[in-house]
C-alpha cells in the first residue's frame, strides 16, 4: 500500500465513506484516552507485549496448525517469533503498538520497520476474539498507517494474503516472488546447527517431549551436541530421554514384532532402527532387523545384521542358518557352508539347514581328480 505524504489525504482517496467514517470514530476513541488507548513498546514492556502478542495468536491459530501439521508446530513458530521480534527491537526495527481497553489488552501488531526503503511491513498480530468494535486489527492498522505517515514512510506492507479488509485500506495487489538459498549439499554449513538457532532448536526437542516424540526430540538433542558438545540443557535433556526411550523398549519391540509379522516391514524396519538408536546391543532387535533384509532380498544388508547379532549372541541356531541363506543368495557358498556348520552344531536335527548344506554342496564345483 503506497502511502501519500499527508493522513488526511490518505483518509479522503484511499477509503471509502462508510470506512472513512468508522476509521475516524476509530482514531478519536483512542487519542481520547478515555476508555482505549495504544501504547508504544519499551524495554521495560518488551516481554510483556510480546508474551500478549503471542498468548493472543496462539488462542486464534495454535490449535489449527497443531491439527493440520504436527502438534509441537505452535511452540516452535511462537519461539521463533519471540526470538526473531527481540532481535529487531534490538535493532531499532519494530513497531509493535498495543491497544488496551482500560487495562486489558485487546490487540498486538508487530510490525517490521525498513527505513532504508521508507517501509513497514507486517509481520504478525494477535487480537482477543471476543472484541468486535471497535475491531482490533483494524485500529491499530489505522493507528499504525497514520503513524507511518507522521514519520515520512512511503509503503505500508499488508504481507501476503487476498484477506478483504486490505482492500478496505486500498491496496494494491503485487506478485510475491520468494528466494530459497541453500548451501549446494542442502546441508546445514559444516554439517551442524549454526549456534544461534540452538536455543530454539532445545525449545523444539522439549516441544516434541511433551507431544510424544521421544524419537525426535532425541534427533534434536544429538543436533545440538555436534555443534556444541557442551551443552548442558541439551545433554541433560537427551539423559532424560534416552532413559524413558529404555523403559518402553518391552512396549515398542512388541508393537515392531506385530508389525512384522503383520507384513508391515517398513514400519517394523522403522521401530527396530529407533530401537537399536538406544540398545544397539539388543539381539532380537539386530536379528529381526537382518530377517527383514532378508525378505526384502536385500541379502549383503542381512549378511552384515545377522553377523552382528550373532556376535552378541553366537548361541542362536536360527541366526546362523540366516546368516548362511543370505550368503547362499550372494553366492558365498563356502562361507554359507560355514554358517550352516555352525548352525547344526548347536542343533544337529536342524531340517532347514540340513536341506540347504545338502544342496549347497551338491551344487559346489567338484575339484577335477588328478592325472597320473
Not at 36 to 60: G, H, M, N, P, S
Not at 95 to 115: E, F, H, K, M, S
Not at 200 to 205: D, E, S
Request: aromatic share 6%.
Amino acid at each position: 500500500m503506497n502511502l501519500p505524504g499527508d493522513w488526511e489525504e490518505f483518509l479522503n482517496d484511499r477509503l471509502g465513506a462508510a470506512t472513512r467514517k468508522t476509521a475516524r470514530r476509530t482514531l478519536r476513541a483512542i487519542d481520547d484516552a478515555a476508555e482505549y488507548r495504544v501504547t508504544d513498546v519499551t524495554a521495560a514492556t518488551l516481554e510483556r507485549d510480546l508474551q500478549t502478542l503471542l498468548r493472543f495468536w496462539e488462542k486464534q491459530w495454535g490449535a489449527k496448525l497443531a491439527a493440520r501439521y504436527h502438534p509441537g508446530l505452535p511452540r516452535a513458530m511462537m519461539n521463533n517469533f519471540r526470538n526473531m521480534l527481540r532481535c529487531a527491537f534490538e535493532d531499532d526495527a519494530l513497531y509493535l503498538p498495543v491497544l488496551w481497553q482500560g487495562d486489558n489488552p485487546i490487540g498486538v501488531q508487530a510490525t517490521l520497520i525498513d527505513r532504508k526503503n521508507r517501509s513497514l511491513i507486517g509481520m504478525l498480530n494477535g487480537r482477543d476474539l471476543a472484541i468486535k468494535k471497535p475491531a482490533p486489527g483494524f485500529a491499530l492498522h489505522l493507528y499504525s498507517v497514520r503513524w507511518a505517515i507522521q514519520n515520512g514512510f512511503a509503503v505500508y506492507d499488508l504481507q501476503t494474503g487476498d484477506f478483504s479488509y486490505k482492500y478496505d485500506f486500498g491496496g494494491l495487489e503485487r506478485r510475491v516472488e520468494c528466494l530459497l538459498v541453500s548451501t549446494a549439499s542442502r546441508r546445514n554449513l559444516r554439517d551442524r546447527l549454526e549456534s544461534r538457532s540452538l536455543p530454539v532448536v532445545l525449545a523444539r526437542a522439549n516441544a516434541l517431549r511433551q507431544a510424544g516424540d521421544l524419537e525426535g526430540a532425541a534427533r534434536a538433542c544429538r543436533q545440538i551436541l555436534d555443534a556444541d558438545p557442551v551443552h548442558g540443557r541439551a545433554r541433560q535433556l537427551l539423559e532424560q530421554l534416552d532413559a524413558a526411550r529404555r523403559a518402553l523398549v518391552p512396549q515398542n519391540l512388541g508393537v515392531a514384532a506385530r508389525l512384522h509379522q503383520a507384513g508391515n516391514l517398513a514400519e517394523a524396519e522403522k521401530m527396530y532402527r529407533e530401537i537399536l538408536d538406544i540398545e544397539p546391543g539388543h539381539f532380537d532387535v539386530r536379528y529381526l532387523l537382518g530377517v527383514i533384509f532378508l525378505q526384502q532380498r536385500k541379502y549383503s544388508d542381512a549378511e552384515q545384521e545377522i553377523s552382528r547379532a550373532i556376535d552378541i549372541r553366537p548361541d542362536v541356531p536360527a541366526a546362523h542358518f540366516n546368516r548362511g541363506l543370505a550368503l547362499a543368495k550372494l553366492d558365498r557358498i563356502d562361507d554359507a557352508l560355514g554358517s550352516l556348520d555352525n548352525c547344526i552344531g548347536l542343533e544337529p536335527d536342524h531340517g532347514q539347514a540340513l536341506a540347504l548344506r545338502s544342496a549347497l554342496s551338491k551344487s559346489r564345483p567338484q575339484a577335477a581328480s588328478p592325472v597320473a
